[in-house]
C-alpha cells in the first residue's frame, strides 16, 4: 500500500497541504431512494436542491473554507451524479466518501450474498469499496477519499463488522482515513479501535465520530491516547446535544492538551429525507454549514481560543487525517 500523496476530490486530486480550512463530516444530500420513489417528499426538488448547495458552499467559500468531507455513503441515499453537479458549480473542494451506513444493519442483499451465504462468493461489499477508491463512484470516476463505518449503541453486530472488515480490507488499495460514526452515550468508540486496529487498522488513521456529543472526557481522553481523532463534529445538532456542552467538553479537551486530535464539523446537510428541512427550521434552526464560523468560533475565540489553536482544528488536523501519515510530522 503506498501513502496516498494526494486527496482525491470530485474535482480532482489536491496536495493535502493545499486543503486549507476544511470541515471533515458534512452531508450534501440524505437521501432514501427507495422511499423516495415510492413516497416523494413535498420538499425535494433536484434543480432546487442543487442550487441551494452551491448557495451555501459559496456562503462557506466566504467564510473561508476551502474543502468538504461529504460522508454521504451507501444506506444515507448518496448520489454522486448529483454531487458532481454541485461540485462543477461550487468554489469548495467536495471530498467523496465510500462505506455502508448500516444504521439497523444491512440489506438482505448483502445477508443473502457473501463469503459463507447462500449464495457464497466473495464479498460484494469489498468489492464496492474498492472500486470506489480505485475507478471511482456510480460510474463519475470520482474516487473515494474516505471510508465510513457506524456501529449504535448495541455495539459492533455481526452486519457492522462485515461493513468494518470491508473497510480494512479495501484500504490495501488506498490509505484513507476511516471516519465511524460512534454513539456518544456508550463509549462506542472504544471498541471501534479495538476491532479496526485488529484488522489492520491503525488507531491514528481512525476519526471517530460525534465523541463531542459525549460530555465523556476521561472517554475521550482514552480514545486520544490510543492515536485517534475526535469528531466534534455535530455543532447545531440541538435534538443530540447543545452547543454549551460541546463547547464546555471541547475546552476540557484543550485542556488536556489534546488540541492535536480534535476535528470540528456539523453533520449538516442540505437535504434530509431523514429530517427534513421544514422540519430542521423549527427545531434545529442552527443546524447548517455556516454555524461554526457565524456562532461557534467567535464564542471560541470570546472564551479565549486562539487562530493558532482554531488554525490546529481546522486546517493543520485535517490535512493529516486526509493526507495520511506522511503528512504527521510536517508541521
Ligand atoms: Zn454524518
Not at 34 to 59: I, K, M, Y
Not at 77 to 91: I, K
Not at 153 to 169: C, L, N, S
Not at 233 to 261: C, E, I, Q
Request: glycine share 10%; net charge negative; with cysteine.
Amino acid at each position: 500500500m503506498t501513502p496516498l500523496g494526494s486527496v482525491a476530490t470530485y474535482s480532482g486530486r489536491v496536495a493535502p497541504d493545499d486543503l486549507g480550512p476544511t470541515l471533515l463530516h458534512e452531508h450534501l444530500f440524505v437521501r432514501q431512494p427507495e422511499v423516495d420513489r415510492a413516497l416523494p417528499s413535498p420538499e425535494w426538488d433536484e434543480d432546487a436542491a442543487v442550487a441551494e448547495a452551491v448557495e451555501q458552499l459559496n456562503g462557506l467559500r466566504d467564510r473561508g473554507v476551502r474543502t468538504i468531507v461529504d460522508l454521504t455513503v451507501p444506506g444515507l441515499g448518496r448520489d454522486a451524479r448529483l454531487v458532481a453537479r454541485v461540485a462543477s458549480a461550487a468554489p469548495v473542494r467536495i471530498v467523496a466518501a465510500t462505506g455502508w451506513y448500516a444504521h439497523g444493519g444491512l440489506p438482505s442483499f448483502f445477508r443473502l450474498n457473501g463469503p459463507g451465504c447462500t449464495v457464497d462468493g466473495p464479498d460484494p461489499l469489498i468489492e464496492l469499496f474498492v472500486r470506489d477508491l480505485t475507478e471511482g463512484i456510480e460510474g463519475t470516476g470520482v474516487r473515494a477519499g474516505a471510508i465510513k463505518v457506524l456501529s449504535e449503541a448495541d455495539g459492533i453486530t455481526a452486519d457492522h463488522r462485515r461493513v468494518f472488515e470491508a473497510a480494512a480490507e479495501a484500504r490495501g488499495a488506498a490509505d484513507v482515513p476511516v471516519f465511524t460514526h460512534a454513539d456518544p452515550t456508550t463509549r462506542g468508540g472504544l471498541e471501534q479501535l479495538d476491532v479496526l486496529g485488529r484488522l489492520g487498522v491503525p488507531n491514528d488513521r481512525v476519526v471517530v465520530g460525534h465523541v463531542g456529543d459525549s460530555g465523556d472526557v476521561p472517554y475521550l481522553r482514552e480514545l486520544a491516547a490510543r492515536g485517534a481523532f475526535l469528531g466534534f463534529d455535530r455543532f447545531g445538532m440541538a435534538h443530540s446535544a447543545s452547543d454549551d456542552a460541546r463547547v464546555r467538553t471541547l475546552f476540557a479537551v484543550l485542556d488536556a492538551g489534546l488540541l492535536d486530535r480534535v476535528v470540528l464539523s456539523h453533520d449538516a446537510a442540505i437535504h434530509s429525507r431523514m429530517t427534513p428541512p421544514s422540519w430542521r427550521r423549527a427545531h434545529t434552526p442552527d443546524w447548517h454549514l455556516h454555524h461554526l464560523h457565524d456562532a461557534i468560533l467567535p464564542r471560541l475565540r470570546r472564551e479565549g481560543l486562539g487562530e493558532d489553536e482554531i488554525r490546529a482544528m481546522l486546517v493543520d488536523t485535517p490535512r493529516r487525517v486526509l493526507g495520511g501519515p506522511a503528512h504527521e510530522g510536517d508541521r
